[in-house]
């Protein structure tokens, strides 16, 4: 019931807003819809945590062999938590931006929630599909008509991309199916799986480009950049927040597995070395940005480069790893398109060299801006710090991995590269001299107060104690990773 | 039985009430009279219910799959009239004589849709085919359409003279018109398909291919579809394609089912080229017309994938596909002939001048690219899932979805003109009751991607 409610809720109330027609009614219901889901949400995870509330399922295509299979397991708890708060807090910190049709905004974006809601529920691989595209599609529109300049060409090429990906992943979920005894797209029948080796190797390739798509993994990642920069800072936040975990997500839920042997086979080997070279490359990228967006979004390719490596390393400690970083990822990064919001709303640039001196202006805003960025290089007391010091730790200790000599100096390097850009990022907004465009700065506001007071207890209290995140996704992660290690073999 | 026989008097009837009638709304409402009653009956015989008792044995059979089919075409024709019914007024003169050339052509669509003799599939094809060259030259004045029609009809005439030749040399072979004669003949394994036998089957394959515009035999498809007067596009592309679909399924499987592996290489090599022209043809053109003509190519590569499979998932499959095109094409179409300009700049600023056919527009486009939520989207995945379950035809898949993707692109490009571009669409006048009409396809549209089995429980119970 909670797991059903999670998807209905933004949906039912996304489809009523469209009917909206004042624009403050329209914000309004929408901020009161997200408030719900997250209430809901968080009654998933304490009050209500119970087996037969968290799961929902009946008949849909019975033809196909696919149900409406929906349930909240560790993984996907925290990733709903996530965007559950992600939503109240973006629609907060854009409240006072206006939208021309700003009832067909709010109706979009409440349907990408539901759609992203769906994903990080489904327990059935057609299922799946239908809420991965479901998220896509409203973010499609919202950038068209919403976004900076250049939006047309930068979200078509978006939505190109990933389409394919996922049409490709489509008939990899089918062929999938049809290798099943019962013909079915449950995810159980997926798991109890067991495929020879060269099968295994090209439908994964056929799986994983959707997701290295999403993600981004180097080399498929020229799309994100422009997508982030063009859309409006509302959508960048769901992109880049939580839309590009679907990727990481779904390489953990629908890859490893169920294809164990290809996920062995190219994961460290190959995807590994991918993610490196991106995160080395991405982060010489931010260092030399001038725009904002185009900086932070750099950032997400070198800080998600690492999760992938964690995932394949496939060691227990890493895998907890990453779903914890999903999370903190999400908060740290929703945190610096806020600031990214202020400052373009107050003073129409988001470009580097434009701004300045604004810890003399703005000094609640200088405070938040520091802890958030202090949260993304990782340092020790935030949420960053520990989701990465276990990935590390998994990599450096796992059973399989063959090159963590070369892997983890290689990511260390990113996290160093991650300090420069970031701190020159920090350096160049809120010290040195103000100029004629900051000058006249005043403060934020309360709501902007609020929203990252928010984030930056979210990054303090998962600093400082992690564990009941940790024992959420145990379950999770033990049972994912006996999935996959099926070769003993294999270790070292 | 009953719907071929109401539609066969229903068109004699048109024939000659544009002499007794003078109000053309009379007119109409006579035709859609005549074709709810035909609808009413043929949803009768499906429960048992025979106005006429009349033999057929050997010539056609009535069975559950071709009923249901002939359901869909006529509602779809049905959603057609009442889309589209007040345009064929400005197409010429003659207006009860479309009508009644339509209802000719849905006589056609029975026949062959229920075939099980060569005979009554070459009578039924043809009764297709005369009536749609005349409607394409029914504008008169037009250069274009009297080229179209002269171009359907020469090239439409010498496909006629393929499928014959290959009847005749299946005749030769096995000795029998019937399709259960024919496939009798050829399945014993110990026997090998003779050289009569391979060669009539690729003549008629040819000619099918023909009729559904099916590559490399599609040339005449975009100068016709383009030519040919706005509304009887909209019929060509989607019911009669459909219905031709239909029979070429049939034929296949039933007269040519058990030697499938002789000649599965050929239609998988005639699908992918289908979709491979179809497709990146379609992304070079100017003219949303000429795009949908294009496009109609390309989904009928979709299409031929049941023809490939034949397999239950592809049977039922191909009655979803046919519906969503049908009801998808149909829609836009219908928008389409409202609009002044038919290139894609024609429709920049659409969506502000006229919401809600920019919101239906978009659900028919979602639907023709394959989106999920769409009954488009099922359908795909139904041919798809059709292919893999038939085995060895990986590549094709591969190949399907990818142009899936192509298409897109030019979908897309009718959604960026009418909401991202500024500009002034010209539209003609609309009515209400069109855009409630309309609006009720698209949740058709929509409720058939969420639910596809509300149309299937109907087929089987």
């Known amino acids: 019931m909670i797991s059903l409610l999670l998807i209905l809720i933004p949906l039912l109330s996304g489809v009523a807003t469209f009917f909206f027609k004042k624009e403050n009614a329209a914000k309004s219901w929408a901020l009161f819809s997200s408030i719900v889901t997250l209430a809901i949400s968080l009654l998933g995870l304490t009050v209500l945590n119970k087996t037969e509330l968290l799961q929902f399922k009946c008949d849909w295509l019975p033809g196909l062999g696919s149900s409406f299979s929906i349930r ?8 709903c938590l996530l965007t559950a708060i992600s939503f109240p807090l973006i629609f907060i910190s854009t409240w006072n931006r206006t939208y021309k049709n700003a009832h067909n905004f709010f109706a979009l974006m409440l349907l990408s929630q539901a759609g992203l809601m769906g994903v990080f529920l489904a327990m059935d691989a057609l299922l799946f599909y239908f809420f991965w595209e479901l998220a896509l599609i409203p973010v499609y529109f919202l950038s068209s008509i919403w976004g900076a300049e250049r939006r047309i060409a930068a979200t078509f090429k978006f939505f190109i991309y990933t389409f394919v990906g996922s049409l490709l992943m489509l008939v990899g979920l089918i062929y999938l199916q049809s290798l099943t005894p019962d013909r079915s797209f449950d995810i159980k029948s997926f798991y109890a799986l067991a495929i020879n080796g060269k099968t295994q190797n090209w439908i994964f390739w056929l799986m994983f480009l959707a997701f290295a798509i999403k993600i981004p993994v180097f080399p498929f990642h020229s799309w994100q950049p422009d997508a982030y920069e063009q859309s409006p800072t509302a959508v960048t936040m769901v992109l880049s927040g939580i839309m590009v975990k679907m990727g990481l997500f779904a390489v953990i839920r629908w890859l490893l597995p169920v294809l164990p042997s290809a996920s062995f086979a190219f994961g460290e080997k190959m995807i590994s070395m991918w993610a490196i070279v991106g995160m080395i490359y991405a982060s010489l990228l931010a260092w030399r940005q001038d725009d904002m967006k185009r900086l932070i979004a750099y950032s997400s390719i070198a800080h998600l480069g690492l999760m992938v490596v964690a995932i394949f390393s496939e060691s227990e400690i890493g895998m907890q790893g990453v779903m914890i970083q999903m999370f903190n990822h999400g908060i740290n990064i929703l945190g610096l398109w806020v600031i990214v919001e202020i400052l373009e709303r107050k003073y129409g640039t988001r470009k580097l060299s434009e701004l300045g001196g604004l810890a003399q202006k703005a000094p609640a805003m200088a405070i938040f801006f520091v802890v958030i960025a202090l949260a993304n290089i990782a340092l020790p007391l935030t949420n960053a710090f520990v989701g990465e010091f276990m990935m590390f730790t998994g990599i450096f200790t796992s059973q399989i991995s063959e090159y963590e000599m070369l892997t983890v100096p290689a990511a260390g390097i990113t996290i160093i590269l991650g300090a420069i850009y970031i701190l020159r990022m920090v350096q160049k907004v809120i010290y040195g001299n103000t100029n004629s465009l900051t000058e006249t700065g005043t403060d934020i506001g309360v709501n902007e107060k609020l929203v990252l007071g928010i984030i930056v207890i979210l990054i303090i209290v998962v600093g400082v104690y992690p564990q009941p995140f940790l024992d959420l996704t145990k379950d999770t992660t033990d049972f994912i990773l006996n999935k996959a290690n099926l070769f003993p073999l294999f270790k070292k | 039985m009953n719907a071929l026989i109401i539609s066969a008097i229903m068109g004699v009837v048109m024939m000659f009430s544009g002499v007794l009638l003078k109000q053309r709304s009379t007119i109409r409402g006579l035709a859609l009279t005549g074709l709810f009653v035909s609808i009413v009956l043929n949803v009768a015989q499906i429960y048992g219910f025979h106005l006429f008792r009349i033999n057929v044995t050997g010539m056609m059979s009535f069975d559950r799959f071709s009923l249901f089919f002939n359901t869909i075409a006529m509602v779809c024709t049905f959603i057609f009239f009442l889309l589209s019914a007040k345009e064929m007024e400005k197409v010429g003169l003659n207006y009860s004589d479309y009508f009644s050339l339509i209802f000719f052509i849905l006589c056609g669509i029975i026949l062959s849709s229920s075939f099980s003799s060569l005979l009554i599939l070459f009578l039924g094809i043809e009764i297709i085919s005369i009536p749609l060259y005349i409607l394409t030259g029914s504008d008169k004045r037009n250069l274009k359409s009297n080229e179209a029609s002269l171009k359907y009809f020469l090239l439409g005439s010498f496909s006629t003279g393929l499928m014959l030749m290959g009847i005749t040399l299946i005749y030769g072979n096995s000795g029998s018109f019937s399709l259960e004669v024919i496939a009798e003949s ?37 100068d016709v579809y383009d030519g040919a007067p706005t509304v009887f596009t909209s019929f060509m592309a989607t019911i009669v394609k459909a219905a031709v679909f239909i029979a070429f399924m049939r034929l296949f499987n039933r007269a040519f089912g058990d030697i499938h592996d002789t000649w599965k290489f050929i239609i998988a090599v005639i699908t992918a080229l289908t979709l491979f022209i179809g497709n990146i043809t379609a992304v070079f053109q100017q003219s949303v017309k000429r795009m949908l003509a294009y496009s109609s190519i390309a989904q009928a590569g979709f299409m031929l994938m049941a023809v490939l499979a034949l397999n239950s998932i592809g049977s039922e499959g191909i009655l979803l596909y046919t519906t969503a095109y049908c009801l998808s094409t149909i829609g836009l179409f219908a928008i389409l002939v409202k609009m002044k300009d038919y290139t894609f700049e024609g429709f920049n600023g659409f969506a502000k001048h006229q919401p809600l056919l920019a919101a239906v527009a978009v659900i028919f486009l979602l639907s023709l690219a394959g989106i999920p939520l769409t009954a488009g989207f099922l359908a795909k995945f139904y041919m798809i899932n059709a292919v893999i379950a038939r085995g060895g035809f990986l590549w094709l898949v591969i190949l399907a979805v990818l142009m899936a993707a192509i298409s897109v692109y030019y979908y897309f490009r009718v959604i960026q003109a009418m909401y991202f571009k500024e ?15 309309i609006a009720v396809v698209a949740a058709l549209v929509i409720l058939l991607g969420v639910y596809p089995q509300l149309l299937f429980n109907w087929f089987y119970f």
Not at chain 2, 199 to 212: D, H, I, R, T
Not at chain 2, 430 to 437: G, L, N
């Open chain 2, 423 to 437: 500009g002034e669409a010209q539209v003609m006048e609309v009515s209400s009751s069109f855009k409630w009409t």
């Open chain 2, 186 to 222: 050829i399945s014993k394994p110990e026997i090998k398909p003779g050289i009569l036998l391979i060669a009539g089957l690729l003549l008629l394959m040819f000619s099918m291919a023909f009729k559904v515009s099916a590559a490399p035999f599609h040339f005449w498809t975009p």
């Open chain 1, 72 to 79: 909240l397991d560790g993984m996907g708890q925290l990733l």
